[in-house]
């Protein structure tokens, strides 16, 4: 079983739509939970970081952690066409390896 | 200020041959991570300086890969002899803060494709 799993896509949704990310991982140890974005061609910038079990809100994404069922989801509010890229799911224990998960391409459709 | 600042940016090389992947971190960050992404997998630690020195390389595939920090400053990854499955994009990051995730910043990624 992989430690993170993650639906590679691709999501396609219209604009101004509601996306909904998620990730599920096995193991329990992780303490970090983190959302990255990448663009084609560029490095993985992170957009949103959780530490442990909760809720984060910034701007138009929530990020949402939910350590009993080992589930993560990442929520997108209306939606843009430049929110279109792959979004990479990603944890850690208390050390410095992230783990990813393989990430979801979403186009959001103009 | 300039990010992580990695070259070259693309590589063609030959099974066999040698290729040298060089990254220049954030001034000031101690800390210098290598992660690749192979084909169709995720992306994956291969090892972690801080400042010289090795903090953890247990992501390292196998012996062709050689990472050095000198000066505790730029970075090498060299791959010799590369094999096919080498293939991928290979990304530096650096942090000033250790053990936690949110402070990582990543580089565009050296692309290297090895035919």
């Known amino acids: 079983q992989k430690e993170v799993e993650q639906d590679p896509g691709p999501l396609s949704v219209p604009e101004g739509a509601i996306v909904s990310l998620n990730c599920t991982y096995s193991?329990?140890?992780?303490?970090?939970f983190m959302w990255y974005r990448q663009y084609s061609r560029k490095g993985p910038e992170l957009l949103m970081y959780t530490y442990s079990s909760g809720n984060k809100e910034d701007g138009r994404f929530t990020a949402q952690v939910d350590k009993s069922s080992k589930y993560i989801s990442l929520f997108i509010r209306d939606s843009q066409p430049s929110d279109s890229a792959t979004y990479l799911c990603a944890m850690n224990e208390l050390d410095d390896k992230i783990i990813f998960g393989k990430g979801t391409r979403l186009h959001i459709l103009p | 200020e300039a990010g992580v600042t990695q070259f070259p940016s693309h590589s063609v090389i030959e099974k066999g041959q040698t290729v040298t992947l060089r990254c220049d971190p954030i001034s000031g960050h101690d800390n210098l991570y290598w992660y690749r992404r192979v084909m169709g997998k995720e992306i994956k630690f291969l090892l972690h300086?801080?400042?010289?020195?090795?903090?953890?390389e247990s992501g390292m595939p196998n012996n062709r890969f050689l990472a050095e920090r000198t000066g505790g400053t730029y970075s090498t990854l060299k791959v010799q002899p590369a094999e096919l499955e080498d293939s991928g994009v290979y990304f530096c990051?650096?942090?000033?803060?250790?053990?936690?995730?949110?402070?990582?910043?990543f580089g565009e990624g050296s692309w290297l494709t090895v035919v």
């Open positions: 990051a650096s942090s000033q803060v250790r053990g936690s995730g949110n402070t990582i910043y």
């Open positions: 300086f801080v400042k010289e020195s090795k903090q953890d």
């Open positions: 193991n329990s140890a992780f303490q970090y």
